[in-house]
C-alpha cells in the first residue's frame, strides 16, 4: 500500500534495531439504515490493548496489564478521549463526502508511532471505503493525497496551517505521550501470578447426532512456542481439527485450545501432546465429559463395571466367612476332643485307686503272712 512507501519515506531503517508500535485505530462505517457506527482500537507492540466501542462510548481494558495500571481517572480520561474522537470522525465523514464523487461508507483512519533507539516517529494515514486516501507529513504538516478523489481535500486543508498545527497537537503528539506512558506501565507491572503448563482433555456431546466434540485446554502464564497436538491412538489427527489461540485469560494467564469432532461409539486411545522450548507433556483421554460424567447415556460399561467390582466383593466376602467357619468349627472339634481325653483319664485313675482301697487292711494280711512265713523259718 501507498502509506507503507510514505512511512519509509521519513522513518530512518536501520539494520539490527527492533522497532515497537502503538496505533490507533479508527472505523466509521453506514449501516444499512445510513447511521454511522463507531469503533476505536487501540494497539500496543501488535496487540488490542483498548476497545472503545457502542452507544456507551467507554474506552475498556483488553489486558490483564492495562487493567491492573491504569487508575479509574486515567480510563476516564481515556473514555473522553474517544468520544471526542467518535465527533471528529464523523465531521470528517461528513466533509470527505462533499468532496468526492459518490459516497463515503467507510472512513478508516490509522494515527500512531513507532519508535526504536533513534528516536519515536509518529503517522497519520486515512483511507476511504477500502482504498488509501491521506497521508499526514509531520515534518511538512501537510496532507498528500493518496488517491485522485483526494487531491481537492488535501489542497484545502494544506490552506489551513494552524488546523494542520493543531492535529499535529492533539492527535500526533497525544499518540507519543501515551506510547512513553505505556511503556513506563509495562516496566513496571509484575504478573499476578506466574502459573506452569496445565493441560486438560474432554469432551462435549453434540445433542442428536452421535458425536461429540473433543477439546484439549492448554494454560500457561507463558505460551510462546507452544504446539498442541490431538492424536488417535499415537496417530496423529488432522482432518477437522481445529486451533484456538494462546488467548489471554485475564488473570495473568494464556490459554489455547484444539478441538475436534469424534463418534461416542468410539472414544478410546484419544491423547493431547503438548510441546515447546520448555514443555513437553500428554494427557490421555479416559472418555468422560470435563464434570466426570460419561458421554454416551446409554453406555454400560461403568455400571457393568461397577456390579462387577460389588459380586466380587461379596464373593470374597462370603469365602472369608466360610474359611473363618471352619476354622473355629476346627478349633471347637479338636477343644471338645481334649475335653473328652481329659475325662476319659480321671475315671481311669479313680478305678485304680478304688481297686486298692476296697479292702483298707488287706495289706496288713499280707505282712502277716510274710511275717508268718519267716518266723516258720
Known sequence: ???????????????????????????????????????????????????????ALTDQPQQEWTRQTFTRDELEERSGYCRHQHQEHLDWLHEIEGTISGTAEILQTRHGVLANHSGVFAFAHWGVNGEDFLTFDPQRLEW???????????????????????????????????????????????????????????????PESGLACLQCHVTASDLSGVR???????????????????????????????QAQISLSDTEGYSCHVQGDEHNKSVTWDGLSLDKK???????RGVLVAVAVCLIAILLIIIAGRIILKENIREDAARIFRRNQSQEGLLDGADADSSCLSNPLSWLNVFSNSSSSNGHL
Open 144 to 206: 498528500q493525497p493518496d488517491s485522485t478523489m483526494a487531491t481537492s481535500l488535501a489542497r484545502s486543508w494544506n490552506k489551513h496551517k494552524m488546523r494542520n498545527q493543531d492535529f499535529e497537537n492533539s492527535v500526533l503528539n497525544v499518540c507519543k505521550s501515551l506510547y512513553n506512558t505505556l511503556v513506563k506501565k509495562q516496566r513496571l507491572w509484575k504478573p499476578t501470578r506466574q502459573q506452569g503448563l496445565e493441560v486438560y482433555i474432554f469432551a462435549k456431546p453434540i
Open 1 to 55: 500500500m501507498l502509506w507503507i512507501l510514505a512511512l519509509m519515506t521519513y522513518l530512518p531503517i536501520f539494520s539490527g534495531l527492533e522497532w515497537q508500535t502503538f496505533e490507533l485505530q479508527y472505523i466509521v462505517r453506514k449501516d444499512p439504515s445510513n447511521q454511522a457506527q463507531f469503533r476505536q482500537t487501540t494497539l500496543f507492540t501488535d496487540s488490542v490493548i483498548f476497545l472503545c466501542d457502542g452507544s
Open 294 to 300: 460419561t458421554l454416551n447415556p446409554h453406555d454400560m
Open 228 to 258: 498442541t497436538q490431538l492424536t488417535k491412538d499415537g496417530v496423529p489427527l488432522h482432518s477437522g481439527v481445529k486451533l484456538i489461540g494462546p488467548r489471554p485469560n485475564g488473570d495473568g494467564t494464556n490459554q489455547m485450545k484444539a
